[in-house]
């Protein structure tokens, strides 16, 4: 376990095992901060040793933040550091009609995107207040902006970070302590292999790339903004009707991107 020796800033990333967490991670190990990381998987100790070819201290660990005792976990290896920011970037999605779907599964959603996150930045936060200084940053998504069909659990999670989000940023806004929310949209890692979407439109199509959107989150965090729509210009162009369109048609929409069995089919 490397020893945290609070010569340089700490980031704590979870989800960090791949995709847009260990791009993330990357950032800040460039950037000159040590790392405390986390995920469920056993890539998580080969992607600490990649981070600290970087030169930053990286402590890894694992723990499945589903389950409470796995908050717990990761809270326990806070004791004694120093956190300057948070980046709660850990999720799951699943995709599938709501009627169809294991209720299982949409518990899992429920239990890493909703419940560990407010678990988890509670006692982040307090001790960011305390001080007086500190970052957190939540991973949101356009999909919060959506109505999800077919993809309905996953989606309303997504809202509820958001709305979360930005509510801490009022209650904060006095302490020093700053709340950036980031918005990505489909991205190259393999959440649509997890979520049971390779039979989808959206699970087919281009996606962004997660070193592009880790920058954009890293820009952001670090300016101290409240919220943006990470990665492309086709998806910063998304995020812009969202906040336009009615709610029906963005449903529909969602519709004709998630339903399974829409790979392969023509634009519309």
């Not at 056993?42 to 970087?54: F, N």
């Not at 729509?229 to 998806?235: A, F, N, P």
């Given at each position: 376990?490397?020893?945290?020796?609070?010569?340089?800033?700490?980031?704590?990333?979870?989800?960090?095992?791949?995709?847009?967490?260990?791009?993330?991670?990357?950032?800040?190990?460039?950037?000159?901060?040590?790392?405390?990381?986390?995920?469920?998987?056993?890539?998580?100790?080969?992607?600490?040793?990649?981070?600290?070819?970087?030169?930053?201290?990286?402590?890894?660990?694992?723990?499945?933040?589903?389950?409470?005792?796995?908050?717990?976990?990761?809270?326990?290896?806070?004791t004694g550091l120093t956190v300057d920011v948070a980046a709660l970037n850990a999720g799951i999605g699943r995709?599938?009609?709501?009627?169809?779907?294991?209720?299982?599964?949409?518990?899992?959603?429920?239990?890493?995107?909703?419940?560990?996150?407010?678990?988890?930045?509670?006692?982040?936060?307090?001790?960011?207040?305390?001080?007086?200084?500190?970052?957190?940053?939540?991973?949101?998504?356009?999909?919060?902006?959506?109505?999800?069909?077919?993809?309905?659990?996953?989606?309303?999670?997504?809202?509820?970070i958001q709305s979360f989000a930005q509510a801490l940023q009022e209650e904060l806004k006095d302490t020093g302590?700053?709340?950036?929310?980031?918005?990505?949209?489909?991205?190259?890692?393999?959440?649509?292999?997890?979520?049971?979407?390779?039979?989808?439109?959206?699970?087919?199509?281009?996606?962004?790339?997660?070193?592009?959107?880790?920058?954009?989150?890293?820009?952001?965090?670090?300016?101290?903004?409240?919220?943006?729509?990470?990665?492309?210009?086709?998806?910063?162009?998304?995020?812009?009707?969202?906040?336009?369109?009615?709610?029906?048609?963005?449903?529909?929409?969602?519709?004709?991107?998630?339903?399974?069995?829409?790979?392969?089919?023509?634009?519309?």
């Amino acid at each position: 376990m490397d020893v945290m020796d609070g010569n340089r800033p700490l980031a704590l990333v979870t989800g960090a095992s791949s995709g847009i967490g260990y791009e993330l991670a990357r950032r800040f190990a460039e950037h000159g901060f040590d790392l405390l990381i986390n995920a469920e998987d056993e890539r998580l100790e080969h992607a600490a040793q990649l981070l600290r070819e970087t030169g930053a201290q990286v402590r890894p660990v694992r723990a499945d933040l589903r389950a409470p005792a796995g908050v717990d976990r990761l809270v326990a290896a806070t004791t004694g550091l120093t956190v300057d920011v948070a980046a709660l970037n850990a999720g799951i999605g699943r995709g599938g009609a709501f009627l169809d779907a294991d209720p299982a599964d949409e518990q899992s959603v429920i239990d890493l995107n909703v419940s560990s996150t407010v678990r988890l930045a509670k006692p982040l936060l307090r001790e960011m207040v305390a001080r007086g200084e500190g970052r957190l940053m939540f991973t949101s998504s356009v999909a919060a902006m959506m109505p999800g069909s077919f993809q309905a659990v996953y989606n309303a999670s997504k809202s509820f970070i958001q709305s979360f989000a930005q509510a801490l940023q009022e209650e904060l806004k006095d302490t020093g302590v700053t709340i950036t929310s980031f918005m990505p949209g489909p991205t190259e890692t393999d959440f649509f292999h997890r979520a049971g979407m390779g039979d989808t439109r959206i699970g087919t199509s281009d996606k962004d790339d997660p070193a592009q959107v880790a920058q954009q989150a890293f820009d952001a965090v670090m300016k101290g903004r409240k919220k943006l729509v990470t990665g492309s210009v086709t998806t910063k162009a998304q995020g812009v009707a969202d906040r336009v369109l009615p709610d029906g048609a963005k449903a529909a929409l969602h519709r004709r991107m998630a339903e399974p069995g829409t790979a392969g089919n023509g634009s519309e």
